[in-house]
Nanobody, 124 residues
């Protein structure tokens, strides 16, 4: 079991940056694959980015590639999402997602564990 708590959301102007954090409770954080998803009003939840348990592999949705960076700190049990060049269409609730190293988190394979979400609003 792992508990996830996101933070760092807020209101930012288009072109700005935000960094989201997801703190995990698991003692074995380093054995979990981690990801970020988002859900805009009236839309389905969509994959944003994922990082492998080792941190050696990262994956991004095409819509954020080149603008967002996912990383993890195994000392702090935290995964980050650095969001640059934000656009109004990035406005959504962002959720942290996790599962064991046996499950690779992708757009179609979601982990079992979720945070409560953090709101990101990008104004034009």
């Amino acid at each position: 079991q792992v508990q996830l708590v996101e933070s760092g959301g807020g209101l930012v102007q288009a072109g700005g940056s935000l960094r989201l954090s997801c703190a995990a409770s698991a003692h074995t954080f380093s054995r979990y694959n981690m990801g970020w998803f988002r859900q805009a009003p009236g839309k389905e939840r969509e994959f944003v980015a994922a990082v492998s348990w080792s941190g050696g592999s990262t994956f991004y949705a095409d819509s954020v590639k080149g603008r967002f960076i996912i990383s993890r700190d195994s000392v702090k049990n935290t995964v980050y999402l650095q969001m640059n060049s934000l656009k109004p269409e990035d406005t959504a609730v962002y959720y942290c997602n996790a599962d064991s190293a046996q499950l690779r988190i992708t757009a179609t394979t979601l982990g079992r564990y979720w945070g409560q979400g953090t709101q990101v609003t990008v104004s034009s």
